[in-house]
């Protein structure tokens, strides 16, 4: 199949890299999103997020003509769908966003076209795709009712790249490739290989369902232990930073390192996509999510200690990503505790994260966002939240004088 026109659903941390590299590879790319702010940013061939590379490329491909954003989805040869996922109270999966953009394409949809769930998602949301789609398209025909012979093709292949780290990864990866039948997966195989140089392999969507989450959950399972290490060692007044590189020297062990928690579009999420849909046996799964999720609250019993040695503390918060070095806020346990630090009223509080320009909503009017010059400058407790490389390049001589809760190992 020819695809001479690919629609992206949701230019996000995912969609715009995707959109970007169909575009670099000169096929015509039509983004679609919610957000006037961000299609009027696209269409000026700037970008609302930060990855390295992904500026250039998108202002290469809208100059050239081969992408363009807009709110209305249009006809297109292929439709990749990369929303958000996170999950409701109770840790429920929350399928609005993939159902909203579903129903949001199915008037356009027409028969050949293939559709493709990028989004992280629970077990069986393919099939609910489809499902939705066939409700609002009768006139077409969809995998689960007419399996081989359908007219529209369904698969769901998750994205499974590092920010910071977006446009390398998106090409030189392997995919997996999970179709509702195997004329969907061999379809979707042929879209991704226009800019894919890993290896597309082919499985059913269930299974790549399950496969992203499993990936994660192994991440998760292993901070977990590492977090749950830190507190033992600090408990038994132990450096947990030496201990794990010591045990690292054991040619089969690896541990990872601790932090304040875990944040992030998925490593924070997709555990409990498997909780949710097997409770009765995902207990490990459960048990790392609960002590990573309890993991803020330890730093924030050490912030209180801190605080009591000071009258009206000035605390600074260094780092609100979920990881070092990109602008990503999503889930991210550095901007609880800094918001928890500032509601429990410990001191004053100062954040400092070099890739944003303003706070998130859940921190305006609570704390302040400072250089790193400025918070070093004023604090009497410096809370390390993430490593950032400004963070680990610090003069630690400007440290001396103050209390400092390193949370990730930065200056040890």
Known sequence: MTFDVISIIGLGYIGLPTAAAFAGRRKK??????????????????????????DMLVNAAVTQGFLRATAIPEPADAFLIAVP???????????????AASKAIAPVLKKGNLIVLESTSPVGATERMAQWMAD???????????????????????????????????????????????????LAAELYRIFVEGDCILT????AEMCKLTENSFRDVNIAFA????????????????????????PRVSILQPGPGVGGHCIAVDPWFIVDSAPDYAHLIRTARNVNDGKPKHVLQRVERAAKRFHD?????????????????????????AREISVHQYGQVLVVEPNIDALPARLEGKVSLVSLHHALSHADIVVVLVDHTSFRQ???????????????????
């Open 227 to 250: 977090n749950e290490l830190s507190l033992i060692c600090d408990h038994l007044d132990i450096n947990v930073w030496e201990l794990i590189r010591l045990a690292n020297r054991h």
């Open 204 to 207: 059913d969507a269930r299974t």
């Open 394 to 412: 610090l003069d630690k001589v400007r440290l001396q004088s103050k209390v400092v809760i390193d949370t990730r190992g930065v200056l040890a």
């Open 313 to 337: 503390p000035v605390i600074a918060c260094l780092g609100l990503a979920f990881k070092a070095n990109i602008d990503d806020l999503r889930e991210s346990p550095a901007v609880e505790i």
């Open 85 to 99: 996922t996170p999950f409701m109270d109770g840790n429920k999966p929350d399928l609005s966003y993939i159902e």
């Open 29 to 54: 790319v039509i983004g679609v999103d919610v957000s006037t702010r961000v299609i009027e940013t696209i269409n000026k061939g700037e970008i609302h997020i930060v990855e390295p590379e992904l």
């Open 136 to 186: 609002l398209r009768p006139d077409l025909t969809f995998p689960h009712q007419f399996g081989e012979e359908s007219d529209i093709r369904i698969a769901h292949c998750p994205e499974r790249v590092l920010p910071g780290h977006v446009i390398r990864e998106l090409v030189e990866n392997d995919r997996v490739i999970g179709g509702m039948t195997r004329k969907c997966g061999e």
